[in-house]
């Protein structure tokens, strides 16, 4: 049997922060963020929020569309890079919250890559007949770990969730081909050192702004144009298909320019590729599901349809999946 998408569905905060809001935070300006990033707004949870509340939210918009119930769920696999707490995994914390109490939970932390990973960790499983039915979410609250004094970082990150429900499909259609890599190598060019047995947690740490965000942006733009636009080809080749073939393209929302140098590097017609980036910012390893789950409602999406997605994180983490839907 073949595994495929039966359900999505997404949740984001209420909260806005526009650049108009972060000109009078740091020094920047709309501008200078829309032309380096193609971002006008994020999505900001308030205080008191945590990330399973958003997963838990755009889970269950999914497990209903993919007409089950939660107790039918046999794996939840949750991508954050901002668990609720550090034990237990926030994929437990969700399992409990929706009430999905056969199912095995575990997090993946694969930065924005996460939910690629996720698939293709549930894919074969389902396949295999091991599962029936696989929760993947990614979701992140990454406004936590923004430091608002680093232009270069704090303009790009927002607050989301998104999630998908697998389960088998008809042959010839569902997950055709999905691939994931990583190089630990580049782990000084996207990071957080502090919070960790190594950098630790302490009020030294924390003055120092450790468990923030830090990036080399030009290394990272390099890097993961490269690594979307390989892995993309080599998933579609898997799969017996051309670019030519894709309906529809869904890179993970990292930087507009990205998202253009990519396609094309592919060569994928800019009609066919989804960008939410300006309204949402970076949303890590929440983007690619938020965004297939808007394509879904909005009825981008039809049957038959070759859908490309790809996706690059720190570590470095990367990864491609193509599936006919």
């Not at 969700?94 to 549930?122: E, N, R, W």
């Not at 990071?191 to 009020?203: D, E, N, S, V």
């Not at 929302?253 to 396609?263: D, K, L, P, S």
């Amino acid at each position: 049997m073949n595994a495929g998408i039966l359900g999505t569905g997404h949740s984001y905060p209420e909260g806005i922060l526009t650049n108009a809001d972060l000109e009078k935070i740091v020094e920047t300006s709309d501008d200078w963020i829309t032309t380096r990033t193609g971002i006008k707004q994020r999505r900001k949870a308030a205080p008191g929020e945590y990330t399973s509340q958003f997963a838990v939210r755009a889970s269950q918009e999914a497990i209903e569309r993919a007409g089950i119930d939660a107790g039918d769920i046999d794996l939840i696999l949750c991508a954050t890079v901002t668990p609720d707490q550090i034990l237990p995994s926030t994929a437990c914390l969700i399992q409990a919250q929706l009430g999905a109490h056969k199912a095995a939970a575990m997090d993946i932390v694969a930065a924005c890559s996460g939910f690629v990973y996720g698939v293709t960790i549930a894919n074969p499983m389902i396949r295999a007949g091991q599962i029936k039915y696989a929760l993947v979410i990614g979701a992140e609250l990454l406004t936590r770990y923004v430091d608002y004094t680093d232009r270069a970082t704090c303009v790009l990150f927002g607050d989301g969730a998104g999630a998908a429900v697998l389960g088998p499909v008809e042959d010839g259609r569902g997950i055709l081909a999905a691939r994931i890599r990583s190089d630990g190598r580049y782990e000084e060019q996207l990071f957080a050192p502090g919070g960790g047995t190594k950098g630790g947690f302490t009020a030294e740490t924390i003055a120092r702004g450790d468990h923030f965000f830090k990036m080399k942006g030009n290394e990272v733009f390099k890097v993961a144009v490269r690594s979307m636009s390989d892995i993309s080809k080599q998933v579609l080749c898997e799969a017996g298909l051309k670019t030519e073939d894709v309906n529809l393209f869904i890179p993970h929302q990292a930087n507009q320019r990205i998202t253009e140098a990519v396609a094309n590097m592919l060569k994928v017609d800019p009609a066919l590729v989804y960008s939410n980036i300006a309204q949402t910012g970076n949303t890590s390893s929440a983007s690619i599901p938020i965004c297939l789950d808007e394509c879904v409602e909005s009825g981008r999406v039809k049957k038959d349809d070759v859908i490309l997605m790809a996706s690059f994180g720190g570590g470095f983490t990367w990864g491609g999946v193509v599936m006919r839907w």
